[in-house]
């Protein structure tokens, strides 16, 4: 199957480097941790800070740091119930931001 044409960038003009969404949620999968935070919400399973933290054996503040990094990255989402706050896996934003990176790859390699 062919592969779509990468955009022609005009002669003379220098690429454009990733948007800032992208760059987030490149810094954002750049974890270990954050790695195995998000096995965590396979299957569209939704999560609390708490429960994230103890089902990685790290501390509540961690857990929450790293889901701020996830959300910022469009990896993960979040929505308040009272005090509770719950994360899911953001496909939309994931998949957002792996559009643009094949663009990119194709454009500059």
């Known amino acids: 199957m062919d592969q779509p044409e990468p955009a022609a960038v005009a002669?003379?003009?220098?690429?454009?480097?990733?948007?800032p969404d992208t760059q987030e949620f490149l810094k954002a999968l750049g974890s270990p941790t954050?790695?195995?935070?998000?096995?965590?919400?396979?299957q569209g399973a939704e999560l609390s800070v708490g429960e994230v933290a103890e089902r990685t054996g790290?501390?509540?503040a961690t857990a929450s740091q790293q889901l701020t990094l996830l959300r910022r990255g469009r990896i993960v989402v979040s929505r308040r119930e009272g005090k509770t706050v719950?994360?899911?896996?953001?496909r939309d934003g994931a998949v957002a931001a792996l559009t643009e990176l094949q663009?990119?790859?194709m454009n500059c390699c």
């Not at 002669?11 to 990733?18: E, I, K, S």
């Not at 719950?86 to 953001?90: E, G, N």
């Open 11 to 19: 002669p003379g003009a220098a690429p454009t480097g990733l948007e």
């Open 86 to 90: 719950y994360y899911r896996a953001d």
């Open 34 to 42: 954050r790695q195995r935070i998000m096995m965590l919400f396979s």
């Open 103 to 105: 663009s990119y790859l």
């Open 58 to 60: 790290i501390s509540q």
